[in-house]
């Protein structure tokens, strides 16, 4: 069965520092790979999808994800964080028949002026 | 409005008590979704809805029914609530059709919180 990790469930950063949320599959390719942010009272709302071709992946808000078969990683990136980007980040995988989402513990991004 | 409207938005109950969540959408999706969500487990899925006559358990189904009472209507029972179902509850909906970047993205309501004293 699928899983998902997410290494730290909580990441602090400075206003303008990278940003990097960690995240690793289990071993078999899932069709469809997500992240997707939470903000305060509210659901969860769609940053990236990956499903095949380009490995890097370019989302909303200047967040990117790299897919990385040989790692099993799909790690969430930004150059520059902004106060705004506060929030928490889900990675998730879709089971092999497409059909279920499978979402990781989450990370809690805080961003420090 | 939202595409998925969820009600009610907050509750307290006692344990015993029956309780159902609601919700509708917008979306004209065929699939639709109830996670729960725990600090620091993510979100686990309880059941899902292909189509009005199609439901399926998830991860976590014990101590919950759900009614797929029309395309865009799918609501959650829990039949005698306990305090650790105490959580926040997700409807949460998707398109099944072709591969296209819409396919397989759930789109979320805003919640239920549920506190079972």
């Given at each position: 069965?699928?899983?998902?990790?997410?290494?730290?469930?909580?990441?602090?950063?400075?206003?303008?520092?990278?940003?990097?949320?960690?995240?690793?599959?289990?071993?078999?390719?899932?069709?469809?790979?997500?992240?997707?942010?939470?903000?305060?009272?509210?659901?969860?709302?769609?940053?990236?999808?990956?499903?095949?071709?380009?490995?890097?992946?370019?989302?909303?808000?200047?967040?990117?994800?790299?897919?990385?078969?040989?790692?099993?990683?799909?790690?969430?990136?930004?150059?520059?964080?902004?106060?705004?980007?506060?929030?928490?980040?889900?990675?998730?995988?879709?089971?092999?028949?497409?059909?279920?989402?499978?979402?990781?513990?989450?990370?809690?991004?805080?961003?420090?002026? | 409005?939202a595409d998925v409207t969820q009600t009610p938005r907050?509750?307290?109950?006692?344990?015993?008590?029956?309780?159902?969540?609601?919700?509708?959408?917008?979306?004209?999706?065929?699939?639709m979704y109830w996670y729960r969500q725990d600090p620091?487990?993510?979100?686990?899925?309880?059941?899902?809805?292909?189509?009005?006559?199609?439901?399926?358990?998830?991860?976590?189904?014990?101590?919950?029914?759900?009614?797929?009472?029309?395309?865009?209507?799918?609501?959650?029972?829990?039949?005698?609530?306990?305090?650790?179902?105490?959580?926040?509850?997700?409807?949460?909906?998707?398109?099944?059709?072709?591969?296209?970047?819409?396919?397989?993205?759930?789109?979320f309501g805003a919640g239920s919180r549920l506190t079972?004293?």
């Amino acid at each position: 069965a699928q899983s998902v990790t997410q290494l730290g469930s909580h990441v602090s950063v400075s206003e303008g520092a990278l940003v990097l949320l960690r995240c690793n599959y289990s071993s078999s390719v899932p069709p469809y790979l997500f992240w997707y942010v939470q903000y305060p009272n509210q659901g969860l709302q769609l940053l990236l999808k990956y499903t095949t071709g380009a490995t890097l992946v370019k989302g909303i808000n200047g967040f990117e994800a790299e897919f990385k078969k040989s790692e099993t990683s799909f790690h969430l990136t930004k150059p520059s964080a902004h106060m705004s980007d506060a929030a928490e980040y889900f990675c998730a995988v879709t089971n092999t028949g497409g059909f279920k989402t499978i979402f990781g513990a989450g990370t809690r991004l805080f961003v420090k002026a | 409005d939202a595409d998925v409207t969820q009600t009610p938005r907050n509750r307290i109950t006692k344990t015993g008590k029956r309780i159902m969540l609601e919700c509708s959408q917008t979306k004209g999706h065929d699939r639709m979704y109830w996670y729960r969500q725990d600090p620091g487990l993510g979100l686990r899925l309880i059941y899902y809805s292909f189509d009005v006559k199609d439901i399926n358990k998830g991860e976590i189904s014990d101590g919950y029914s759900v009614s797929r009472q029309a395309q865009a209507k799918f609501s959650l029972s829990l039949e005698s609530a306990i305090p650790n179902q105490t959580a926040l509850y997700f409807c949460a909906t998707s398109d099944s059709l072709g591969q296209g970047p819409g396919s397989n993205v759930l789109t979320f309501g805003a919640g239920s919180r549920l506190t079972v004293l």
